[in-house]
């Protein structure tokens, strides 16, 4: 089993809502990534947790907030996003002993 | 940091050839090398990878080779078939909890 499962598929919000993207694994894996996906362009990274902390963060703009509850559930807290900001969020997990990475589906998320 | 290279950026190729889709990397501490095959709409989906302790790897029309001295690795895929057509990234990571870092993708185009 290699599934991590991603809420919403499609996002469309305005520049001052708050909503959040929410990411699942049951893998037990206890790496888990947040990326960001322009069209044609590679995944770019924007946090990392290892084992529930934030491990890495790519200087992402505070209108992007991480939350790892537990080790199964990543979220992203969205606010104040700008159009720019429209793109492709995945979220990928890491198997602790190989360092396998497996991407969900992404969100797909429009800022009117 | 790491940088990873790929070339080409788009590859057309008739059905049945061979399709070769390489890349460089720059940091000798990288130790694995996972690629990716992204879909129109979907995440992208590990196919093959292969550790700085082995020099190629294989999986049924898929191979990867790798060579450590030269800091580069390969993707092989013979029989191509349409279903192929995709986004194909290679990544380079030290190992779980660290950052992958991807090359710029190449668009493969099977032509039946």
């Known amino acids: 089993d290699t599934e991590v499962t991603q809420t919403p598929k499609h996002l469309v919000m305005g520049m001052t809502n708050k909503k959040s993207l929410k990411c699942e694994q049951h893998?037990?894996?206890?790496?888990m990534y947040w990326y960001k996906q322009k069209a044609k362009k590679p995944p770019e990274l924007m946090f990392v947790y290892s084992y529930e902390k934030l491990s890495i963060n790519e200087s992402v703009p505070s209108r992007f907030s991480p939350e790892c509850p537990n080790s199964s559930l990543l979220n992203l807290h969205l606010h104040a996003l700008q159009p720019e900001d429209s793109a492709l969020y995945l979220c990928a997990s890491a198997r602790s002993n190989t360092g396998e990475l497996f991407f969900g589906e992404g969100s797909r998320l429009t800022v009117l | 940091g790491e940088n990873v290279e790929q070339h080409p950026s788009t590859l057309s190729v008739q059905e049945g050839d061979s399709a070769v889709i390489k890349c460089t990397y720059s940091?000798?501490?990288?130790?694995?090398f996972p690629w990716y095959k992204q879909e129109l709409g979907k995440g992208p989906q590990l196919i093959i990878d292969?550790?700085?302790?082995?020099g190629e790897k294989k999986d049924q029309r898929i191979a990867v080779t790798l060579n450590k001295t030269a800091k580069h690795f390969s993707l092989h895929i013979t029989e191509t078939q349409p279903e192929d057509s995709a986004v194909y990234f290679c990544a380079a990571s030290r190992g779980t909890g660290n950052q992958f870092y991807f090359g710029t993708g190449t668009s493969l185009t099977v032509i039946p």
């Open positions: 292969i550790r700085s302790n082995v």
């Open positions: 940091d000798s501490a990288s130790n694995y």
């Open positions: 893998m037990g894996h206890r790496a």
